[in-house]
């Protein structure tokens, strides 16, 4: 009887295994489709569908047909391999993020517009949710690497055998860009983030590449870095770097000092920029200082000033039309040639407003990383390579707008990052468990205890006790068949 028993389970976890196979290869193929989207975009369908005239349709719009494709290929894997363990649930901090976006519709300029690059944001961070819960962190992060190689020889090839390869003249960035090199990018400043991005993953949490192989990325890649002139990409790896190589020291069991240092750092910052106060001032009121940025920022501030708590709603300040708000304040060449604020945070605080930008801020980019920092059970290549990323998109965000911007590169870089730090935390112990529950029993006491339940207490159970299959484990080994080693698993994710 037992051995009739043993030989039906074995029979379940190989299908239940094959099923996961399957399940994980069409993720492969969902995620590096969003992957090229995010670096390269849909430049050669624009070319293509160019040759159609008037019957063209918009970049824009071939780009939600793809991540619409993209969630029907991940949604068909759900239903089709149910029986495999459950896929992983968006984060609650991002929930709450893109729940505040949602009700800042009903203030919104164009709720119509806004909406729509929500929904597309939201799906993104779906899609993203989903590739890293059937992948894992290690084939993840593996497959990104591999992607940004192949990326990397691109780039040299577009400059060494097209012309498309290096920045031609331009109407208006002449002097700016002329002789600087894109690669397979639409410009200097992407293919500059997807340089920096490259090196970092290719330094950091490399334990079973030989150094050479590294050196063969990193080298070129600083190289093409260089030539690319892109500023805002060095000065934003120049600070990745040195959080991810101050994280190799850091060890998890003196996590009391993790908010003293945290507050000291950020004190530093706030006097810093108290006693450098006059000098800002003086570079904004220069038109010419930060390449022109200066301009669009003292515009953006002022708006700002007269909508701090509720802005223009989410995604309903820029290229909305007439009614963008950037006409009322401007004719020059901001309202006729600029798409975004060249600051992620400016365009966060025009748009949600600034408790839109305080929740952003603590819940994506604080909390995270903080529960990376608290959990015991992670190594530190595995923290710096995370970190090293996320401080990269932050610093980059200063120059550039990519914060819950869609399918922008630097936002893909961002929410993969925090969904592999929450990834990896929820599988570790540590004190952010305590203060994660503390959280949500504070927000239990504000009266939305069924929101909180439903999306935080179902991405942070197990994955083997939630799923079918670890019950199918328990009672394998009790008839003494071999199952699949999730805890290695596991502790591999963990970089253990």
């Not at 975009?41 to 063209?56: C, E, S």
């Not at 894109?182 to 993953?201: D, Q, W, Y």
């Not at 030539?227 to 600070?239: E, H, P």
Request: charged share 15%; proline share 4%.
């Amino acid at each position: 009887m037992s051995r009739a028993v043993a030989a039906r389970l074995n029979r379940l976890l190989h299908a239940r295994t094959d099923e996961m196979v399957r399940r994980r290869a069409i993720s492969v193929v969902a995620f590096i489709i969003l992957a090229i989207v995010a670096l390269v975009g849909t430049n050669p369908l624009d070319t293509y569908f160019a040759n159609l005239g008037d019957r063209a349709p918009r970049g824009d719009l071939i780009m939600q047909f793809v991540i619409v494709g993209i969630c029907a290929i991940l949604l068909f894997a759900q239903v089709e391999y149910a029986g495999t363990r459950p896929p992983m649930t968006v984060p609650w901090t991002i929930t709450v993020v893109l729940a505040y976006c949602l009700l800042s519709m009903v203030w919104a300029i164009d709720p119509l517009i806004g909406f729509r690059r929500l929904t597309l944001t939201a799906m993104v961070i779906w899609i993203i949710v989903r590739c890293v819960g059937d992948l894992g962190v290690v084939r993840t992060l593996n497959l990104m690497r591999g992607l940004l190689a192949v990326v990397m020889l691109a780039n040299y090839a577009a400059v060494i055998f097209t012309p498309y390869g290096v920045h031609g003249m331009s109407f208006d960035e002449a002097d700016a860009v002329f002789g600087d090199w894109r690669g397979v990018f639409g410009h200097k400043n992407t293919a500059g983030a997807a340089v920096a991005v490259t090196i970092l993953l290719f330094l950091f949490d490399r334990r079973q590449m030989p150094v050479w192989v590294s050196a063969l990325v990193v080298l070129p890649s600083l190289y093409f870095l260089y030539k690319t002139g892109s500023r805002t990409s060095m000065a934003a790896l120049s600070a990745a770097l040195l959080v991810g190589v101050l994280t190799l020291g850091y060890n998890a069991r003196r996590r009391g000092l993790v908010l003293p240092v945290l507050a000291l750092g950020v004190s530093v910052a706030v006097l810093a920029l108290v006693m450098l106060s006059p000098t800002i001032q003086v570079m904004l009121d220069d038109p010419r200082a930060f390449t022109g940025r200066s301009r669009i920022w003292q515009l953006l501030l002022i708006y700002a000033r007269e909508h701090l708590w509720t802005g223009a709603g989410f995604g309903s300040f820029w290229s909305i039309g007439p009614s963008s708000p950037i006409f009322r304040l401007t004719d020059d060449w901001v309202s006729r040639y600029v798409p975004h604020a060249h600051n992620g945070y400016l365009d966060l605080l025009v748009t949600i407003g600034l408790p839109g930008l305080i929740v952003t801020i603590a819940l994506v980019l604080i909390w995270p990383p903080l529960k990376l920092l608290l959990s015991w059970q992670v190594s530190g290549q595995r923290r710096a390579v995370l970190l090293s990323i996320l401080i990269f998109c932050m610093v980059h965000n200063l120059a550039e707008s990519s914060l819950l911007n869609r399918t922008s590169m630097v936002e893909f870089f961002l929410i993969l990052s925090v969904v592999l730090m929450h990834r990896i935390a929820d599988q570790s112990e540590g004190r952010h468990q305590h203060m994660q529950m503390w959280l949500e029993d504070a927000i239990t006491r504000r009266g939305v205890r069924r929101f909180s339940s439903r999306f935080a207490h179902s991405g942070n159970l197990n994955p083997v006790r939630r799923s079918g299959s670890g019950r199918l484990a328990v009672l394998a080994r009790s008839a003494g068949v071999q199952t699949p080693p999730e805890s290695v698993r596991e502790k591999d994710d963990r970089g253990e």
